[in-house]
């Protein structure tokens, strides 16, 4: 059953149903009312809820729901919930949330997970449904749906409480004595409780300042620390014995239900099968070298980087080199870009896909036992096979050794074809390159045991990035003087200007992403590296107003600095310039662009709110990078921008 009122939206929704629940019924509901009609006569497998905009009176609806049908799984549609809360969380939750805008894939991947094969987990306890529903599901739902509004949660022995709801946060909690999130610990600890929406509209309380991620994260462990001891006082764990396991399998995606979907999916399937799950790159790749799997199920787009690069770094390591790679993404083009030049790369599945399709891509490769000798050299015979008689009218040939599989798989032209290296362009050591020290990891090559070429234009070339930043916090002076800047980028795609010389003598695309960045001893950024994409660059948009979220007084060297700190949801953008110097440009074996390293003479910078790729290059405030903060895989995730005056 669908609860949706837009038209337009539960038409698109409910099509989007028939591909991805084409044995089920669906159901559309314009109002709370008819939903309760048709929960009433045809209870519902699967309730999907877009909660944007609030429906007031839900929490009721829920209630009900839960006593008429404890079986039936819910997928709320909304705001996104942390990734904290719902790696921590996992199918556990009586609620699954998934973000508005989703792409078509995610929401298939939820559908499909939560319409099952499902896996009944080793606790015992019941997965993901109604009858599981608790205090800590309808905070996250009206979280989700952004709602103001009161919650009343009344207990055995007369224990009443109310939890208020301002703009999807929680501000107020109160039972007794207690108040703020020592009440909300109070309330997720009574058992079988009643929820239920004040009738009236209160005037709203404030006195929980924390963010509801960080509240919501510490109820739901203390939730699954006390589940857990019940569980195991109440039935202690009885020894099985493991079954055998046949093939490991890794799969790395950053979306949680469909991790979900494909481990239940293959489990069903292959019981004695390994599972392995990564929710980004550097745990992937982590778990590939450890595991050492049969097969990879690896999705394109990951939050640290993206599956290309997943691709390289198994191909560098002899020990995950011949591991084979199923690749998985709604990013078609890429994928296939990526497909096409990697070898290990051996099939390719569009998002989102139906359960019999995985099993039967999967299941290809691994019954094929010589599909790891295709990919790396078969080891030396120790004496030659003794050859067979042939007729008397021929001389017997001379006993050759078969040649290894890899020359009859591949047919790649012999070695001596590829021209010899340039003495500036020899195999680079592991740590060092002509450019510099280089961090592991940031050396990329498309082959195993190829080298990397990189030539050096001249130090003089200058580049101009452009970098659209979402304002996290801005602070004004007592005299209304700009000050402190925090950002973040909007998006990992730049922009990047050459002189027209440089750009006839160095043929690099026109799209490009943020890689590694290295910083010197001072913290200030030394060099950065961009990584070419199949996409020409499209500006962003900038965002020029400023939706106050919060207000604090910080200390500064002479008076006291007024921050301000927008709305998640309305962010200002602006758009960072950077007057740099082009210090290399690495390519691939093929003569294909790597990356670009371009190196920063200086931390000044512009910022402009112009919206356009090659304005305000001379325009625009002067800023200061002063503090530069990297994400696990070398990238930039915060900026600390000062003026200069």
Known sequence: MLLEQYDALAAAIGSALKKFAPNHVVSVARSLAQAEAIAET???????IDVDPVWPGLTDSVERWRSLNPHARVLILGAEISKEIA???????????????????????????????????????????????????????????????????????RRYGQIHFFQGHVSHAETGKFVDAAALQQMCAWPEARLSEAEKALAPKRTIHEPWATIALDLHQRIKAASATAI??????????????????????????????????????????????????????????????????????????????????????PDTAHVPILMMSGHVAEMKATAARFENVVATIEKPFLSEALIELVERPLDRSHDKADVSPAPPALEPPAPVPPPTSVPPPKPVAPPPPVAAAKAEPPKPV???????????????????????GMLRSTAVAKPLVTPVVSSSTEAVLG???????????SQLQMGTIRAKPSSFTVSLHLPSGARESMPVETGFELGPTRLDTNGHIASMRLVPTLRPFQPGKTRSAFEIGDVAVVEAEKRGRVQLTPTMTAP??????????????????????????????????????????????????????TFVQLDPSGRISELTLNPIR
Request: glycine share 6%.
């Open 232 to 317: 195991s006082e109440e039935k202690p764990p009885r020894p099985e014995p493991a079954p055998a396991i046949t093939k490991k399998i890794v799969v790395i995606d950053d979306t949680e239900m469909l991790l979900i979907f494909v481990e239940d999916v293959l489990a069903t399937e292959h019981p004695d099968w390994q599972i392995t799950k990564a929710s980004s790159g550097t745990i992937g790749c982590k778990e590939v070298a450890r595991v050492l799997p049969d097969l990879v199920l690896l999705d394109y787009s990951l939050p640290d980087f993206n599956g290309d690069e997943v691709c390289r770094r198994l191909l560098q390591e």
């Open 467 to 477: 970098l659209f930043l979402d304002v996290l916090s801005l602070q004004f002076t």
């Open 418 to 440: 590829v021209p010899p290296p340039l003495p500036s362009a020899q195999p680079l050591p592991a740590a060092t390159s002509s450019l510099g020290p280089v961090e592991p």
């Open 572 to 625: 200002m953008t602006m758009q960072l310039l950077a007057h740099l110097e082009l210090g290399g440009v690495e390519l691939t074996p093929s003569f294909q662009v790597a990356q670009v390293v371009l190196k920063w003479p200086s931390s000044r910078v512009r910022v402009t709110l112009s919206a356009r790729a090659a304005a305000g290059e001379s325009q625009g405030a002067a800023f200061e990078v």
């Open 42 to 48: 045809a209870p519902p497998a699967l309730f999907i």
């Open 87 to 157: 790696e921590s969380r996992g199918s556990f939750g009586a609620f699954q949330f998934i973000g508005k805008p989703f792409e078509l894939a995610d929401f298939g991947a939820a559908v499909q997970a939560l319409l099952g094969p499902w896996r009944e987990p080793e606790s015992d306890s019941s997965r993901g449904t109604l009858g599981d529903l608790d205090l800590l599901d309808i905070i996250l739902l009206h979280c989700a749906a952004g709602a103001s509004l009161v919650v009343e949660v009344e207990a055995a022995r």
